[in-house]
């Protein structure tokens, strides 16, 4: 086990003396547990109140504010199901629910079924607890790693990172930290089932989230060639349920498999692929500040080379590596996502290891940096000024 710079055996940081006060006649693993439920709630009374306070001066509800954005498809998946048909045409008419995975929208009609509540608050309040138990299976991924203190350092950047509103949003990311948290754990003590299954839960929440197939083909390579472990391969295999499933429901529903893909190229993902990050740098020098996507989009990249260049340095295992690879390679060959705040989260690993990696001087400062960007996102996300 390795221990993150800047740790030491002797400090205890201020939340492990919280913990310890509070706990100290809990089992060992509900104990250790409690930290990173501590650091959630944290962030989930700050992203609320930000939110609340937010809604308020626009004079909007705050469930027209949870409703916002790609929100308002996985809620329309909830409650009516996909469309039969793809619309015709290119642009924002051409837009519909089908351009959506389903696993999101899965949950809030469950969620709706079971409380009876609106969609929009049973799914709120659902991926909150979602990204509860991604908050506490995150913390224990990085602690297979890294000592405790680490361990805390790399959770609270990742529920404190600038997209982290998004955990209490009717969003994927929330489901997309926990899956691929449970299948890198899985993966690195070799119950290879549960690893294809968690993996095949993840492939069904985003197209981003199909990165995790990568950890499971370098496990399943590494255990077949050090050990003839043939079961390895249950990994890679159950891996592309989730998306296998979702393209032969289209199938059958519009009439073909590429009905995702169809709608995502006409309404929301038009022009070359891999000038995401180029159109976005060059807009903001074209037109500066008039539109906030391009320059968010232009300062996550130089936040995401700095966070690489941490990242390959601490060696973190391959199949951690392979995740994170991938993905920010989904995001980069996008013609419109390239580089955001939630791609970095939906690609947690690398904001683990860099927080776990980060000295306890300097933590504080990056924090500092990421709880501000993660106030000032969670207010645009409640205007048409950014899109999140």
Known sequence: MTTAVGSSPAAVSPLERTVLRSTDRWPGWLRASSRPVMLYVASRALVFSVATAASRARGQSFTSVLNGWDSHWYVDIAHFGYAEHLPSGHGDASQANLGFFPMTALVDRAAHAVTGLDYVVAGSLVITLVGLLAAVAFWWLLRSQYDASG?????????????????????????????????????????????????????????????IFIPCAIAAYGAIKRDRDWKALFAPLLAPAGISAFFIYLWVHVGTPLAWFKNQRAGWQRGYYGSGIPKAIWSLFAHGFENLNPPIKSLTVAIAVVMVVMFVRSAPPLTWRGYVYAALTMGIISPIIGMTPRLLLRDAPILGVVGARLTQRSFPYVLSFSVAGLCLLTVLASTPRWTP
Do not use: N
């Open 151 to 211: 361990a805390d350092r790399g959770t609270a950047l990742m529920v404190f990172s600038p997209a982290a509103f998004v955990l209490s949003y009717v969003y994927s990311e929330a489901f997309i930290v926990l899956f691929t948290s449970c299948v890198l754990l899985a993966l690195a003590k070799r119950r290879w089932i549960v690893a294809g299954v968690c993996a095949g839960l993840c492939t069904a929440c985003d197209p981003v989230a199909s990165a």
